[in-house]
């Protein structure tokens, strides 16, 4: 049980455009979702937490209309990272938290995101 | 401010222990994982355990905590070549709280 997927798991895109990254939990109702972003060798940086049915929670230095995010379902947010730049690229990681279980966050496996 | 340090690397021979160090800076920190994380994938919780704990074994796993000096230890016996991976230490202020990770510990496991 506690299942997150992400979809796609890569995407390489060119710059000025845009990529929706999707986030599910499979078997429980998430409440919250968290993405991260994870540069490689580095730690993962929370962006931005988002609660079902209202707005998303943004990190400071987090720029909240380039990472557009949506979470408007109890087992689905998405994460669009609109007028993309190379800088963007990166290893984005979401993750749930069922509203019965919240010690814990389930995370999905990542989307590496390449933007030339 | 919040941070949370790890060394880089830790490479050991299968069948030693190895342990994974971590230290952090906020006291107010109630709750501290550590994740698992193999290569291109996600992060998998192996243990957790609360502020006003000392130590907590699970298998092959004991997490030790001390408080007084923000020490987070993971302590893996009988390592195996599967356990390769990076190591991440996390922690929150609250139940189901905002995570601050440290950097990782890659760890090593040579037959």
């Known amino acids: 049980g506690a299942v997150v997927s992400q979809h796609p798991s890569r995407v390489i895109c060119k710059s000025g455009t845009s990529v929706k990254i999707e986030c599910r939990s499979l078997?429980?109702?998430?409440?919250?979702m968290f993405w991260y972003r994870q540069f490689p060798k580095q730690s993962l940086m929370l962006m931005a937490t988002s609660n079902e049915g209202s707005k998303a929670t943004y990190e400071q230095g987090v720029e909240k209309d380039k990472f557009l995010i949506n979470h408007a379902s109890l087992t689905l947010s998405t994460l669009t990272v609109t007028s993309a730049h190379p800088e963007d690229s990166s290893f984005y990681i979401c993750s749930a938290q069922s509203r019965t279980d919240t010690y814990e966050q389930y995370f999905g496996p990542g989307t590496r995101l390449t933007v030339t | 401010g919040e941070d949370v340090e790890q060394s880089l690397f830790l490479s050991v021979r299968e069948g030693d222990s190895s342990v994974i160090n971590c230290t952090y800076t906020?006291?107010?920190?109630?709750?501290l994982y550590w994740y698992k994380q193999e290569p291109g994938a996600g992060l998998q919780l192996l243990t957790y355990i609360f502020s006003n704990m000392d130590m907590k074994q699970d298998q092959r796993l004991t997490v030790l905590l001390n408080k007084k000096d923000k020490h987070l230890s993971l302590r893996i016996a009988d390592t195996q070549t599967g356990d390769s991976a990076i190591y991440f230490c996390a922690e929150s202020k609250n139940q189901g709280g905002k995570l601050i990770f440290g950097q990782g510990t890659e760890l090593s496991v040579k037959p």
């Open positions: 906020d006291s107010s920190s109630t709750y």
């Open positions: 078997d429980f109702q998430a409440t919250t």
